[in-house]
Each structure stands twice: as C-alpha cells, then as structure tokens.
C-alpha cells in the first residue's frame, strides 16, 4: 500500500507503512503456539521445544482430547504468505507446521466458555492473520500534520487494514483530543479580551 492521506476537521493523516514493525511471534505474549519448520525460514514461536516435526505430531496425537490444532501453509513466492487454509493451485505453497492451543490456556483466560475449541480456533486464526500481516508488510502508522504543516502526533504498529485496525480511529480520536485541546486555550484567551475591551479585529481567530 503506498502513502495515503485522508482530510479529517482541517489535518492531514498521512498513512504510512511501518518499516520496522514488532514481530508478533517473538515480541508479544500469545495464547496459540506456532509451531513451524522450514528449511530457509525460521518462522513462528523460536523456543517451542520440539526439536522435529514427528516429535510434534506425537505429542498433538497424545494430546487429541484437550489441544485444539490448526494446520498452515506457507506461499512462498517473491515474498512469503502464511495461512491456516490451503493455498490452491500453487506449486510455491504447502505445509509448513501447526498452531495449537490447550483448553487449559482458554480457561485460564476465559473462565466461563463452554465452547472453548470454538474460542481457541477464533484466537488461532486472529493470530495466523496478525503473524502473516507482519510477514507481508502490511503494518501501518499515521502522522498527523495541522494546515500549517505541524506535526501533531504520530503512532505505529497498526497491522492490518488502516481502516479496520484501529488506526484510522486512533489518528482521528488524537485530532479531536488536539480540537479540543485549543478551543479550550481559545475561550481562555477569549475571556481574557473580553475582561481587556479588545476590538474584534485585534483578535486572533480561531484555528485547528
């Protein structure tokens, strides 16, 4: 996606592409486990444990009744792709491992969920979607510049979509918070011409 800037209350967001996001899989806590091998990527969770792929079926075999498992895939192909779903009619793609997570973990988080496979699947699959935004370079930030060209703020780390990741809504929450922040050292200044008898055209007017 190429820069972008959208018009909101008289500022320019200026929506750019993150060039050094977090790995979610390395830097943040997860729930779901990712568990791959690859013999050019290291991918997913670096200190999962095991030590080849059949150790890892053994114990998702030993495991059926209380671990919930997702397989993935990888598209490898002038960049790389991950999924839970099969990549159809490509010969660049195949599977690359697992992502599992235990009904103790669920419960230890949602204590009241009785359908907690369908829970675990719903947090694999967010998980899946967040780690391939960060393989695919789809992670955002915004900067917010006023009519004269200030910086007003700027944020990062946004992965997805700017519309539905929370950027957009946090870039125009930060221009509201700015809004209001100068209407209210406006009416400040106001009052104090008033008490002063300042004439209307010396007066600053108001601005964003």
């Known amino acids: 996606m190429k820069n972008d800037t959208i018009n909101y209350k008289g500022c320019a967001i200026e929506i750019i592409?993150?060039?050094?996001?977090?790995?979610?899989?390395?830097?943040?806590?997860?729930?779901?486990?990712?568990?791959?091998?690859?013999?050019?990527?290291?991918?997913?969770?670096r200190k999962h444990g095991f030590s080849d792929s059949e150790e890892l079926q053994?114990?998702?075999?030993?495991?059926?009744?209380?671990?919930?498992?997702?397989?993935?895939?990888?598209?490898?192909?002038?960049?790389?792709?991950?999924?839970?779903?099969?990549?159809?009619g490509s010969w660049d793609s195949g599977q690359v491992g697992y992502i599992y997570i235990d009904r103790k973990t669920v419960m230890e988080n949602w204590p009241n969920c009785k359908q907690w496979r369908k829970k675990a699947?719903?947090?694999?699959?967010?998980?899946?979607?967040?780690y391939d935004d960060y393989l695919t370079g789809n992670v955002y930030g915004f900067q917010i510049m006023d009519k004269e060209g200030?910086?007003?703020?700027?944020?990062?780390?946004?992965y997805g979509d700017p519309d539905k990741s929370g950027l957009m809504d946090e870039a125009k929450c930060s221009i509201e918070y700015h809004i209001q922040g100068q209407t209210i050292k406006h009416i400040k200044k106001l009052k104090a011409w008033i008490k002063n008898n300042v004439q209307l055209y010396e007066r600053e007017p108001f601005t964003v």
């Not at 030993?62 to 991950?82: C, F, M």
């Not at 200030?150 to 946004?158: E, K, R, T, V, W």
Request: glycine residues 6%; hydrophobic residues 30%.
């Open 150 to 158: 200030n910086d007003l703020n700027s944020c990062f780390g946004f």
């Open 58 to 88: 053994e114990f998702l075999n030993a495991n059926q009744k209380t671990v919930e498992i997702l397989p993935l895939y990888l598209y490898d192909h002038s960049g790389i792709t991950i999924s839970t779903g099969k990549f159809s």
């Open 121 to 130: 699947i719903e947090v694999m699959k967010q998980e899946v979607k967040t």
């Open 17 to 45: 592409p993150d060039q050094d996001p977090m790995n979610p899989r390395t830097e943040w806590d997860n729930l779901g486990k990712m568990i791959c091998f690859h013999q050019r990527y290291n991918l997913g969770d």
